[in-house]
């Protein structure tokens, strides 16, 4: 029997549904929730990602502008727009898609954005106040991982939930959300990542194994335990002669194997991406209701 596939699309449209509601509340407020969009560069994958961002505020009544910068751009010049949009009480959020030219101090500008504007959930003070369970910006694809789990109604409490992935943006956040101390949470969670030794010896113990190794079709379905939920984070172009663009896009999970052993997955794409935007919606309207 196949494993049920967990439906991203279905689940961000419930989000921003209830998204359109809370800004139409706030516009009879006279309070337009606004998010300001720095693109940096010419890389086409960024551009997508910044024009489906823009599509999706116009769709909410979220008011957006999208401030785009030459490549050779200098920290300086970004800091100074980036101290200009802290101040502009037009936007309640702003967001500098990533990643950015190698001469750029990342670390130096997710530290300038203000943390109450900070709707990517990065800044040292979100991160803290998710370890610390208090109010805050939560990064929006481990948080839309959650809304998926939510959706479904898939309960972590006492279960196995293993990460395989160490970055800031997701695998840090994602087992924090993990182990939380609440009724959707109360996982014991594990992180896997390019150090560790036997990776498939842990995998095989998850109940719930969430993958964001920035490998294609790292995990096999030999590495999956009968039964459990995966959900792939992993969004990857691997060439494909057969395919009409001459690549195919796949998660960091081996699809075709998991489906067979795994109860519930994510597909990709349609999974965990709609719900990074969708939660983006989400933390761009609570930074307006803030």
């Known amino acids: 029997m196949k494993a049920m596939l967990l439906n991203g699309n279905e689940v961000a449209k419930e989000v921003k549904n209830s998204v359109k509601k809370d800004v139409e509340i706030l516009r ?9 969009v720095v693109l940096v560069g010419n890389d086409p994958a960024s551009k997508v990602y910044v024009r489906n961002k823009g599509k999706n505020c116009e769709k909410l009544g ?9 490549e050779d751009i200098s920290q300086k010049e970004l ?5 200009k949009l802290n101040y502009d009480p ?20 997710i530290h300038r954005i203000r943390p109450e504007k900070d ?44 990460v395989v992935g160490r970055s800031n943006i997701v695998g840090k956040p994602m ?14 969670a594990t992180i896997c990542h390019t150090r560790t030794k036997d990776i ?14 920035g490998t294609p079709e790292f995990i096999t379905g030999d590495m999956i ?3 459990a939920v995966v959900v792939d984070v992993g969004m990857n172009r691997v060439d494909d002669p057969r395919a009409e663009k001459g690549y195919r896009l796949t998660g960091d999970v081996k699809f075709d194997e998991a489906v067979d052993v795994a109860s519930a997955i994510t597909p990709v794409p349609g999974g965990v991406g709609p719900m990074t935007i969708a939660m983006l919606m989400v933390n761009t309207v609570k930074a307006a209701k803030y």
């Open 119 to 162: 709707v990517d959930g990065f800044h040292p003070e979100n991160m803290g106040r998710l370890v610390l369970d208090e109010e805050g910006f939560r990064p929006c694809t481990p948080a839309g991982i959650m809304e998926i789990f939510r959706y479904y109604q898939i309960s972590l409490e006492g279960k196995h939930a293993v």
């Open 200 to 213: 498939a010896a842990i995998t095989r113990m998850a109940d719930i194994l969430i993958v964001a190794a």
């Open 90 to 109: 037009k936007f309640h959020g702003i967001l500098v898609q990533m990643p950015l030219p190698k001469h750029l101090n990342v670390s130096e500008i």
């Open 225 to 227: 335990k009968p039964g």
């Open 175 to 188: 087992l924090n959300m993990l182990y939380q101390k609440k009724p959707e949470g109360n996982a014991t």
């Open 79 to 83: 800091n100074t727009l980036i101290d």
């Open 28 to 36: 009879k407020e006279n309070i337009y929730p606004g998010l300001a």
């Open 62 to 70: 979220i008011f957006s502008q999208t401030f785009e910068l030459p």
